[in-house]
């Protein structure tokens, strides 16, 4: 499916799939215009609400989700924007988990509230504390698993299963692990949003998003909000994320394995790793019932921002950057990063220290990434 699924071949029978960089589409007639523009006759008629290249796309994710439908994205916090704006009104109350990535607590605590939609931000890991959140006018389950950077796992099928009892529509950004490792649709999941930056290109190459979903959401609810606000994907960067899908399975099964080898090392030099598919992650039984492999990302922890700095500055292979899901080993410092935007007290909610480290682990030679971990550890005194 990864390879081959959605692909449409054109006249010339391409065997990788073509690059449709238009904009536009002209018609044979007038009433073959008029007939594409009431619906009667199927095809395309502008960019921002068809493209080839980005249904082949589509399809493919749909497919690997499992999900009736998908629509693609200018980018992750596009497709996390839209699959909550579309569904939302002024009075609307929504739950959402406190560990999340800093742009999406950004939607959370300061876009929606600007709209009259109120959060209430919870403990993602208490299952109970979904419920006792919930609202006569609670429309909205927020969340992602493994969060970002704290790796607290939420326990799919159990909130899941609250929101429906509830009738509210759970959404859940699934980016961290893609539908290579977890596919949250078959624990109850209404909606699975993605940034396709990250695993899914998994070359660092461009920004993308997706939301799936079934056919009634995807084409009442979130395809009037996406076609009339324009988040649209490249149809160029579509085609680099259906390269990119095309060896998502190896990809994520190797960084998986590498990952859990690094996590091994770090747990016998640094006072604490989380990282799933260690037995001493809190929530590791879950993490594994859930989810096939630990996933590419783990944290650890030094002892404080110098500390960890000195760590970064350390290194030789591994790159100081704020990407995940890359074929490359990254690694970056939340605190003064990717979450610097959100204050101090949300980020001590988070457990986000000023001495934690966060590792995307890549494709390289997992030897290799350990010894530049110890020399930048020695180097830094740790
Ligand atoms: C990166 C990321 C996003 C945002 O995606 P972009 O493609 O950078 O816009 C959202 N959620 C999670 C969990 C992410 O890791």
Same mark, same amino acid.
């Given at each position: 499916?990864?390879?081959?699924?959605?692909?449409?071949?054109?006249?010339?029978?391409?065997?990788?799939?073509?690059?449709?960089?238009?904009?536009?589409?002209?018609?044979?007639?007038?009433?073959?215009?008029?007939?594409?523009?009431?619906?009667?006759?199927?095809?395309?008629?502008?960019?921002?609400?068809?493209?080839?290249?980005?249904?082949?796309?589509?399809?493919?994710?749909?497919?690997?989700?499992?999900?009736?439908?998908?629509?693609?994205?200018?980018?992750?916090?596009?497709?996390?924007?839209?699959?909550?704006?579309?569904?939302?009104?002024?009075?609307?109350?929504?739950?959402?988990?406190?560990?999340?990535?800093?742009?999406?607590?950004?939607?959370?605590?300061?876009?929606?509230?600007?709209?009259?939609?109120?959060?209430?931000?919870?403990?993602?890991?208490?299952?109970?504390?979904?419920?006792?959140?919930?609202?006569?006018?609670?429309?909205?389950?927020?969340?992602?698993?493994?969060?970002?950077?704290?790796?607290?796992?939420?326990?799919?099928?159990?909130?899941?299963?609250?929101?429906?009892?509830?009738?509210?529509?759970?959404?859940?950004?699934?980016?961290?692990?893609?539908?290579? @490792?977890?596919?949250? =649709?078959?624990?109850?999941?209404?909606? !699975?949003?993605?940034?396709?930056?990250? @695993?899914?290109?998994?070359?660092?190459?461009?920004?993308?998003?997706?939301?799936?979903?079934?056919? &009634?959401?995807?084409?009442? !609810?979130?395809?009037?909000?996406?076609?009339?606000?324009?988040?649209?994907?490249?149809?160029?960067?579509?085609? !680099?994320?259906?390269?990119?899908?095309?060896?998502?399975?190896?990809?994520?099964?190797?960084?998986?394995?590498?990952?859990?080898?690094? &996590?091994?090392?770090?747990?016998?030099?640094?006072?604490?790793?989380?990282?799933?598919?260690?037995?001493?992650?809190?929530?590791?039984?879950?993490?594994?019932?859930?989810?096939?492999?630990?996933?590419?990302?783990?944290?650890?922890?030094?002892?404080?921002?110098?500390?960890?700095?000195?760590?970064?500055?350390?290194?030789?292979?591994?790159?100081?950057?704020?990407?995940?899901?890359?074929?490359?080993?990254?690694?970056?410092?939340?605190?003064?990063?990717?979450?610097?935007?959100?204050?101090?007290?949300?980020?001590?909610? =988070?457990?986000?220290?000023?001495?934690? @480290?966060?590792?995307?682990?890549?494709?390289?030679?997992?030897?290799?990434?350990?010894?530049?971990?110890?020399?930048?550890?020695?180097?830094?005194?740790?």
């Amino acid at each position: 499916m990864g390879v081959r699924g959605g692909t449409a071949r054109s006249e010339f029978g391409e065997t990788s799939e073509a690059i449709f960089m238009t904009s536009g589409y002209a018609y044979d007639s007038a009433g073959q215009a008029a007939a594409r523009f009431t619906g009667e006759q199927q095809g395309m008629t502008y960019s921002r609400l068809q493209n080839p290249t980005v249904e082949m796309l589509e399809k493919r994710i749909a497919l690997l989700e499992g999900a009736e439908s998908a629509r693609t994205m200018a980018s992750g916090m596009a497709a996390m924007t839209a699959a909550l704006l579309c569904q939302l009104s002024a009075g609307d109350h929504l739950v959402a988990a406190r560990t999340m990535f800093g742009s999406c607590r950004w939607l959370t605590d300061s876009l929606l509230p600007r709209f009259g939609i109120e959060a209430t931000i919870v403990d993602g890991s208490d299952t109970p504390g979904w419920e006792k959140a919930i609202r006569p006018n609670t429309k909205v389950f927020f969340f992602e698993t493994p969060a970002n950077p704290t790796l607290e796992i939420v326990d799919l099928a159990a909130v899941c299963g609250i929101a429906k009892a509830h009738g509210i529509a759970s959404v859940v950004d699934n980016a961290f692990a893609t539908a290579a @490792l977890q596919r949250p =649709m078959a624990f109850g999941a209404d909606v !699975v949003a993605y940034s396709a930056t990250k @695993l899914m290109d998994g070359q660092g190459r461009v920004l993308a998003g997706a939301v799936c979903g079934t056919e &009634a959401f995807v084409n009442d !609810v979130l395809l009037p909000f996406v076609r009339n606000t324009g988040p649209t994907l490249s149809p160029f960067n579509a085609w !680099v994320v259906l390269k990119g899908l095309e060896t998502l399975d190896i990809r994520a099964e190797r960084q998986c394995r590498n990952a859990l080898q690094v &996590a091994g090392f770090l747990e016998s030099r640094v006072p604490r790793v989380l990282y799933p598919g260690l037995a001493s992650h809190p929530q590791h039984e879950l993490a594994m019932r859930q989810m096939t492999a630990g996933g590419t990302i783990l944290s650890f922890f030094v002892g404080d921002r110098r500390e960890a700095h000195a760590l970064l500055d350390g290194l030789e292979l591994i790159d100081i950057s704020n990407n995940i899901g890359d074929s490359r080993s990254l690694m970056t410092h939340p605190s003064s990063t990717t979450h610097m935007g959100v204050s101090e007290e949300v980020r001590d909610s =988070m457990g986000i220290t000023e001495g934690m @480290l966060r590792l995307n682990v890549g494709l390289e030679d997992p030897q290799d990434l350990i010894e530049d971990l110890d020399r930048a550890l020695n180097a830094a005194g740790l």
